[in-house]
């Protein structure tokens, strides 16, 4: 009778926790393909969100290194205040490898390896990381989309001009006319 209590409690116990706590966060993989156009970037994501991005809660080495550092996946909170396209929970975690020790600011390494984001709002074009419950940005920097004074920021080199300057009720409506 004790061995089966035990062991409904542990079967319990492990459904309670979250997917997150069963990845092995170190072995994720960021799909850094990009995209051409700002209309290839709302097709391929699965989920666009206008959030509030908390710092890094956790970094996990992912045991690969370069010349520059290792390499690090982070992961961090999202918190969801309006959902453009998919559907999502109120907060949802984010994963994005950087460099560490953090590279110079004019280093190409950023561009492949971006690290967290800086705590703030947010509109971001997601894709789910295949067997987790983690989304990373599609594109990298491509699907990262700052605001500042209630409008997005095209991100230099990386940011879509389409997607500068627009309200997240702009944005919104831009998304809807091209997505089903």
């Not at 918190?79 to 999502?88: A, E, I, R, T």
């Not at 987790?132 to 004074?149: C, E, I, N, R």
């Given at each position: 009778?004790?061995?089966?209590?035990?062991?409904?409690?542990?079967?319990?116990?492990?459904?309670?926790?979250?997917?997150?706590?069963?990845?092995d966060?170190?072995?994720?993989?960021?799909?850094?393909?990009?995209?051409a156009s700002?209309?290839?970037?709302v097709?391929?994501?699965?989920l666009?969100?206008?959030?509030?991005?908390?710092?890094?809660?956790?970094s996990?080495?992912?045991?690969?290194?370069?010349?520059?550092?290792?390499?690090?996946?982070?992961?961090?909170?999202?918190?969801?205040k309006?959902?453009?396209?998919?559907s999502?929970?109120?907060?949802?975690?984010?994963?994005?490898t950087?460099?560490?020790?953090?590279?110079?600011?004019?280093?190409?390494?950023?561009?492949?390896?971006?690290?967290?984001?800086?705590?703030?709002?947010?509109?971001?074009?997601?894709?789910?990381?295949?067997?987790?419950?983690l989304?990373s940005?599609?594109?990298?920097?491509?699907?990262?989309?700052?605001?500042?004074?209630g409008q997005?920021i095209a991100?230099e080199?990386?940011?879509?001009?389409?997607l500068?300057?627009?309200?997240?009720?702009?944005?919104a409506?831009?998304?809807?006319s091209?997505?089903p």
């Amino acid at each position: 009778m004790l061995y089966r209590l035990c062991l409904v409690l542990f079967l319990i116990g492990f459904m309670a926790l979250p997917a997150s706590a069963a990845t092995d966060i170190g072995s994720v993989r960021i799909n850094p393909t990009p995209v051409a156009s700002w209309q290839d970037l709302v097709k391929r994501s699965e989920l666009i969100v206008f959030a509030w991005i908390d710092s890094a809660s956790q970094s996990v080495p992912t045991g690969r290194s370069l010349r520059e550092g290792k390499l690090v996946n982070y992961v961090q909170t999202a918190h969801v205040k309006q959902v453009l396209k998919g559907s999502s929970h109120r907060m949802l975690k984010l994963v994005s490898t950087g460099v560490e020790p953090l590279p110079d600011a004019s280093s190409p390494l950023n561009r492949t390896y971006p690290g967290p984001l800086a705590e703030g709002n947010y509109v971001l074009f997601l894709h789910p990381v295949s067997a987790t419950d983690l989304y990373s940005a599609a594109g990298l920097w491509q699907g990262v989309y700052p605001l500042y004074q209630g409008q997005t920021i095209a991100l230099e080199g990386a940011g879509f001009s389409d997607l500068n300057q627009l309200t997240v009720e702009q944005l919104a409506r831009k998304i809807k006319s091209i997505s089903p």
